[in-house]
């Protein structure tokens, strides 16, 4: 089974900026879409941002817009989350998600993502 490692979380204030990485590390690793979900306590699991592995297409989700990039780098089979301006809404813990399944033109937010992580947290202080 495909695994993925996520990397970065930490504590930061408001206002400042932290980049997750989510590495896949098996050297055959391949996906529709890698995307990142995040979860905080008593709160529903929350799309953040998806991107396309094997073509071009990226999408947020409407709290992050304009505030985070998602971003790729196939020869290290990495995904990041570069995350700016973060605010104490954004304290979560962060998933790295793979969908393997198709078709390979299912919107980013509506894949199913089958493939995940062991989460990495990030806390974001006043």
């Known amino acids: 089974q495909v695994q993925l490692v996520e990397s970065g979380g930490g504590l930061v204030q408001a206002g400042g900026p932290l980049r997750l990485s989510c590495t896949a590390p098996d050297p055959t690793f391949s996906a529709h879409a890698v995307g990142w979900f995040r979860q905080a306590p008593g709160k529903e699991r929350e799309f953040v941002a998806a991107i396309r592995w094997n073509r071009v297409g990226a999408s947020y989700g409407d709290s992050v817009k304009g505030r985070f990039t998602i971003s790729k780098d196939k020869t290290k089979n990495t995904v990041y989350l570069q995350m700016n301006s973060l605010k104490p809404e954004d304290t979560a813990t962060y998933y790295c998600?793979?969908?393997?399944?198709?078709?390979?033109?299912?919107?980013?937010?509506?894949?199913?993502?089958?493939?995940w992580g062991q989460g990495t947290q990030v806390t974001v202080s006043l």
């Open positions: 998600e793979a969908a393997t399944v198709g078709p390979w033109n299912t919107p980013l937010p509506a894949f199913r993502y089958d493939t």
